[in-house]
């Protein structure tokens, strides 16, 4: 199957549109002096691909490795770190600039706040990032997963001290299983979408992922690299876009990047909405059964549609095996470029960067030249997970799983 795009006619100016203030410059400094203070915390590699970029015909390409993030392959624990620790931080009436996580998980904070179980949905990385910052703040955590997960991951999760379970449903509702245990048992949810009524923990957790882009600013910077010219960005429901757009948005503003949205067709609820072009999020039902098990979400994140909805320049349906090209093209670079080992939602975006610039298609061709992608472009994407499923990564990268559409990719 071919991608699908929608191009934002009706784009913003930044600060024209959805308020960027929950993502300014202040409150995203906040979130990353909070992960400084863990003694895991250090800025993941921003990896320059030269061979590739010029393979491809651009300029130069950046991508952000988060498989190195706190030991736990994923992106994740940025969010759920930083919700969590602010959670707290609001029972103890403290700001989260006056807390540390040495001070959260003492003996004095726990038997002023007791035991807390914080609770949440996930095919993986999220509950596994939200078990790693329980554990570490001395709390508990029980996780759904939905159905299809690999039991790697149910693992992983386990080992982090969690009590975990692969339900027989889809993710967004073990999102509504989580919330319903969540009443009954007096526990947090720590989920990163929002909903009437449940804002503030998808706000920050928004605020916790804009850490890599604070960091990937200042390494590109380090490079003599101004900014980029394009950013491409994975969405399941949109809170990792969200996030890193509107903190891009907030911080650059007329020098924003030209910033793409990508989706795995089988779980589009974002490009849907654009589609569908009311202004209004709209959700996608069904199995969801991509291969992008992190993008797998079917109901956008209320906060993070409006910053998409007003300040993206596209969004794109992809099919699966551009999650596999991208995952084999950055496990056997060019010759000169550095291996980076990404997860089928970690390379997607790389997959449809290759596509854009390589295939000759009608559609193809006009969404490279409505984004102006061509040799001064400088492009930024993030692999926003290492091989967490080693079982998918090994099918893609050595068994060569979905080669028979890749070969196709030049058929309209």
Same mark, same amino acid.
């Given at each position: ?7 934002? /006619?009706?784009?913003?100016? #930044? ?6 203030? &929950? ?11 909070? =992960? ?30 988060? /498989? =190195? ?22 029972? @103890? ?6 807390? /540390? #996580? ?13 035991? !807390? ?15 790693? +910052? ?6 508990? +955590?029980?996780? *759904? ?6 039991? %790697?991951?149910?693992?992983? &999760? ?16 073990? %999102? ?8 009954? =048992? $007096?526990?947090? &949810? !720590? ?6 009524? *449940?804002?503030? !923990? ?11 882009? %604070?960091?990937? @600013? ?24 969200? $996030?890193?757009? $509107? ?68 969004? %794109?349906?992809?099919?699966? *095996? ?17 291996? &980076? ?9 790389? $997959?449809?960067? =290759? ?58």
């Amino acid at each position: 199957m071919p991608i699908d795009f929608v191009v934002n /006619s009706n784009r913003k100016e #930044p600060g024209t549109g959805a308020d960027l203030a &929950i993502l300014s410059r202040k409150e995203t400094e906040n979130a990353r002096s909070y =992960h400084r203070k863990f003694a895991e915390y250090a800025p993941t590699p921003l990896v320059s691909l030269p061979h590739l970029a010029d393979y491809l015909g651009i300029g130069k390409l950046f991508v952000k490795d988060e /498989s =190195h993030r706190f030991g736990l392959n994923a992106f994740k624990v940025l969010g759920a770190s930083y919700a969590i620790g602010r959670y707290l931080a609001t029972l @103890l009436d403290k700001d989260i600039t006056e807390v /540390s #996580p040495d001070e959260l998980r003492s003996n004095e904070v726990r038997r002023q706040l007791g035991d !807390i179980t914080f609770t949440t949905a996930t095919d993986g990385n999220h509950g596994r990032a939200v078990a790693w +910052a329980a554990q570490q703040l001395g709390q508990k +955590a029980v996780i *759904y997963m939905p159905k299809g997960t690999d039991p %790697v991951r149910l693992e992983n &999760i386990r080992a982090l001290g969690a009590k975990a379970t692969i339900t027989d449903l889809n993710y967004d509702d073990a %999102v509504r299983l989580s919330e319903k245990m969540a009443k009954e =048992h $007096g526990w947090v &949810i !720590i989920q990163d979408t929002a909903w009437n009524g *449940y804002e503030d !923990i998808p706000t920050w957790i928004m605020q916790g992922y804009a850490t890599l882009a %604070v960091e990937a @600013l200042e390494q590109l910077r380090a490079t003599g690299t101004d900014t980029p010219t394009h950013v491409f960005l994975q969405a399941g429901v949109g809170s990792f876009a969200g $996030g890193v757009l $509107g903190f891009l948005a907030a911080s650059l503003q007329q020098k924003m990047p030209i910033v793409t949205i990508v989706e795995p067709e089988k779980a589009n609820c974002i490009y849907k909405s654009a589609q569908i072009g009311d202004g209004k999020p709209h959700a996608v039902t069904g199995a969801l059964d991509t291969l992008m098990a992190g993008l797998a979400c079917g109901e956008p994140n209320t906060i993070s549609w409006e910053l998409l909805r007003d300040y993206a320049a596209a969004f %794109v349906s992809c099919p699966d *095996y551009l999650a596999a090209t991208g995952m084999r093209v950055l496990a056997t670079p060019l010759k000169g470029d550095p291996v &980076i080992i990404s997860g089928e939602s970690g390379a997607v975006t790389t $997959g449809l960067l =290759h596509l854009l610039m390589e295939a000759e298609t009608e559609k193809t061709v006009q969404l490279r030249n409505q984004l102006g992608l061509d040799r001064n472009s400088v492009v930024l994407l993030v692999s926003t997970e290492g091989n967490t499923s080693p079982r998918a990564f090994r099918d893609a990268v050595w068994y060569g799983e979905y080669n028979d559409q890749e070969k196709n990719r030049n058929k309209k």
